[in-house]
């Protein structure tokens, strides 16, 4: 996908980062809200702000929340990363439009350093 449609939207970043991890043979999760009667909504029990994708690959894990260049997080998702970010073996990440090429070569194989 086009750098400058990523930019675009943290929708359009979203699907280029779940297509690309795809691509590469990551096992890839991502709970999507659905239109209810109330509006949109995403079924959950618990803490709120949990990170957009998982992903697993050969003995590696990566749980990264997805931001557009400007976006912010919410308490309840900086919450998550930090506790998240002490649990050895995990990678966890912020990536944003700009980060593409370091997403590119960590998702290819590359280093994955907190």
């Known amino acids: 996908m ?3 449609r990523m930019r675009e939207t943290e929708h359009a970043f979203q ?3 779940i297509e690309l991890a795809q691509t590469l043979g990551w096992r890839v ?3 999507r809200p659905a239109r209810t009667a109330h509006g949109w909504r995403t079924a959950m029990q618990g803490h709120d702000g949990w990170p957009d ?3 697993c690959r050969r003995g590696r894990l990566i749980i990264a929340e997805l931001k557009s260049a400007k976006g912010r997080l919410t308490p309840g998702q900086l919450a998550w990363i930090e506790a998240l970010r002490e649990c050895a ?3 966890v990440a912020l990536w944003r439009p700009e980060d ?3 997403i590119v070569a960590i ?3 590359g280093s ?3």
């Open 89 to 91: 073996g995990i990678h």
């Open 29 to 31: 999760y991502h709970a």
């Open 107 to 109: 998702l290819t194989g």
């Open 100 to 102: 593409w090429d370091a």
């Open 53 to 55: 994708v998982v992903l």
């Open 2 to 4: 086009p750098v400058r």
């Open 15 to 17: 699907q280029a980062v």
């Open 112 to 114: 994955v350093d907190r």
